[in-house]
């Protein structure tokens, strides 16, 4: 009984604050207790400092709430809500809901931010005022913190907007979002479950413009655990989903086909011929009634041939890709 007390402590004395932080870092935990530690220590040795670090936590059942306590004993900056299972994209729409920064970054409850990822962030938006939505490289390590590899990201927002055929460009965990620059009311769509980043981007991605920072300033884990490692057959349907539906595509009566035989596609020398086909239709489809540039879709569809014989950086030892 003495935990959930002390929480309703920590989040009076955050609610007490008059100032607005420039930043809230939101993120959402649910059962996160094995690195949930580790991820919100790398927010608080931050160099920048003016945040909120707005944690979900989304009915969890290890000791995710426990450490959370702790947490929030130690730092005002710390905002706890507690609540029963909604799942992720619910969970984030909460914590934007209750977000009081002007700047939203986001972070998952196993990854780990370099110490000055929201420094470089904020310091990007102030020099191109342009820029809506900033994400960095990262490097992916597994359970022990063993680095994997190194993302190798697009940076310019015509080469990202062109990368969304076939993957997502942007790690959702790094990304830093300015409210004052984005379309009013957005929130992430419950429809697209495991890959509601990527259908936010590409809604978005027609009114306002992307960067990613190429220094690794997130280590993204992989355990296991998160919807990327168990529920990539769902992710993957429906990352082609939005792509059919926010993209030129829709208007093709191929438009669906193509959307799922480019998107994070690999195989051999048999395939290979029909991937080459749908990019083709790609890239002569978008000539006409698309709206992505031409030049840097046809770059980003020629990378995708060396791409298509190798296997995906998750599976593979240590490289960058």
Not at 20 to 40: C, E, K, R, W
Not at 53 to 74: H, K, P, R, W, Y
Not at 93 to 101: D, E, I, S, V
Not at 213 to 232: A, F, H, M, N, V
Request: one cysteine or more; aromatic letters at 10%; a negative charge.
């Amino acid at each position: 009984m003495a935990k959930p007390r002390r929480l309703k402590m920590a989040e009076q004395k955050n609610e007490a604050l008059t100032e607005t932080p420039t930043v809230s870092v939101i993120m959402p935990v649910f059962n996160g207790g094995q690195y949930l530690h580790d991820a919100i220590t790398s927010i608080l040795n931050q160099t920048f400092e003016d945040y909120e670090l707005l944690i979900v936590n989304d009915g969890s059942t290890d000791n995710s709430m426990d450490i959370l306590n702790e947490f929030a004993e130690q730092d005002s900056r710390i905002r706890i809500f507690s609540r029963s299972n909604h799942g992720l994209i619910k969970t984030l729409n909460f914590a934007l809901n209750h977000a009081r920064g002007e700047l939203i970054a986001r972070m998952d409850a196993d990854d780990i931010s370099s110490p000055t990822r929201l420094a470089e962030q904020v310091q990007f938006f102030a020099m191109h005022r342009d820029i809506a939505i900033v994400g960095t490289g990262y490097e992916y390590i597994d359970n022990t913190g063993n680095k994997l590899g190194r993302r190798q990201i697009q940076t310019e927002h015509e080469n990202i907007v062109a990368s969304f055929f076939f993957g997502n460009p942007i790690a959702h965990p790094s990304v830093m979002l300015h409210r004052d620059r984005l379309p009013m009311n957005w929130q992430y769509d419950c429809d697209y479950e495991g890959a509601e980043d990527l259908a936010l981007w590409l809604v978005l991605s027609h009114a306002v413009k992307f960067a990613n920072l190429p220094e690794p300033l997130l280590q993204y884990r992989i355990s296991g655990q998160s919807q990327s490692d168990t529920k990539q057959d769902i992710q993957w349907a429906n990352a082609c989903k939005a792509i059919y539906l926010n993209t030129h595509l829709h208007q093709l009566k191929s438009g669906a086909q193509i959307s799922q035989e480019l998107y994070n596609r690999r195989g051999g020398f048999t395939a290979y011929p029909r991937f080459l086909w749908r990019c083709v239709q790609l890239t002569y489809s978008n000539a006409f009634t698309g709206d992505v540039p031409i030049w840097p879709l046809l770059k980003r569809t020629m990378a995708a041939q060396i791409a298509f014989f190798k296997t995906p950086l998750r599976q593979t030892p240590l490289h960058e890709e």
